[in-house]
C-alpha cells in the first residue's frame, strides 16, 4: 500500500513539471521568437522485491523545434530565420541563442537586440555597422551590405539540445553544448523584414493545462483514499 503512495507522489512530481511547463508557454504564447517546451517521461522499475515496481521519472525538457508563424513587418532591422538555426546574442550571462530578430542600431552603429544585447556574427564578435552610410540590406546567407558593399555578416548557428539547456530572457536559450555556426546549409537562411511569432497554441496548451491538473487532482484523491484505508486497517489491527 505504501509502494502505491511512492509511485503516486511521483506521478504528481512528474505532473508538476509539466504545469510548469505549460504555464510558462501559456505565459510566452505572444512572445516573438519564444520555443515551447515539452517534458518526456520514462518508466522506471523500483528495486522492491518480491515484485517490480513502476514509477514515473521526474520528466526530461526539451524544446518544440516547429517553427512559428512568421508576420511581415517591412523594418528594415526586423529578420527571421527561414529553417533550424538560431542568431547568437552576447548577455550579461554570456553568449545566448535566440530566434527573436527585433534588433536596432545604437548611437555607435552596434546591432543589438531590444533588450540591448550585441548581436553577433559568425566568428562571435559584436556587429558595427555605420548608421549613416545608406540604406542596410541583408541576404538570405545573412550578408549585411550598406551603399552596396558587405559591411558585417549576421551569425547563424546550429545547436543541440540534447543535454539540456537554459533560458534567458524568454526567447533566448542556452544549451549546455555549445553551438556551431551554420556552414553550407541551402536549407537554412534570413528574411529581413520578417519576424517569427511564437510556437506556442495557446489553445491547445490550455486544454493541456487542465487535462494535467484533472490527473493531477485524481492523483491526490487516490492518495487521500489510499491514507485513509492505511489509518483503518492499522486501527482494526491495533484493536484486535
Known amino acids: 500500500m505504501q509502494t502505491g503512495l511512492y509511485v503516486a507522489i511521483s506521478s504528481q512530481m512528474a505532473l508538476e513539471k509539466r504545469l510548469n511547463t505549460i504555464a510558462d508557454n501559456i505565459a510566452n504564447s505572444g512572445t516573438v521568437g519564444f520555443r515551447g517546451a515539452e517534458v518526456k517521461f520514462n518508466q522506471m522499475l523500483g528495486d522492491t522485491k518480491p515484485t517490480k515496481v513502476s514509477y514515473v521519472s521526474e520528466g526530461e525538457e526539451y ?12 523594418a ?3 529578420f527571421a530565420i527561414k529553417g533550424d ?6 548577455t550579461p550571462g554570456g553568449p545566448a ?5 527585433r534588433f536596432t542600431l545604437t548611437e555607435t552603429g552596434e546591432l543589438v537586440t531590444i533588450k540591448g544585447y550585441p548581436v553577433l556574427d559568425a566568428g562571435g564578435a559584436p556587429i558595427q555597422l555605420n548608421g ?3 540604406e542596410i540590406t541583408v541576404g538570405a546567407d545573412g550578408a549585411i551590405h550598406q551603399n552596396g558593399n558587405q559591411v558585417a555578416l549576421l551569425g547563424l548557428f546550429e545547436a543541440d539540445f540534447s543535454n539540456g539547456f537554459m533560458r534567458y530572457d524568454n526567447s533566448a536559450v542556452m544549451p549546455a553544448i555549445q553551438p556551431e555556426p551554420v556552414v553550407d546549409r541551402f ?4 528574411m529581413q523584414g520578417f519576424l517569427e511569432e511564437s510556437n506556442v497554441n495557446a489553445i491547445q496548451e490550455m486544454s493541456q493545462l487542465i487535462m494535467v491538473t484533472r490527473a493531477f487532482d485524481n492523483i491526490t484523491a487516490l492518495m487521500r483514499d489510499s491514507e485513509g484505508s492505511l489509518e483503518e486497517a492499522i486501527k482494526t489491527l491495533g484493536g484486535s
Open 187 to 190: 536549407d537554412v537562411g534570413v
Open 97 to 101: 541563442l535566440t530566434r527573436d530578430g
Open 132 to 134: 549613416g552610410a545608406g
Open 76 to 78: 528594415s532591422l526586423d
Open 63 to 74: 524544446l518544440n523545434t516547429n517553427t512559428g508563424s512568421l508576420a511581415r513587418t517591412g
Open 85 to 90: 538555426a538560431w542568431f547568437s546574442i552576447d
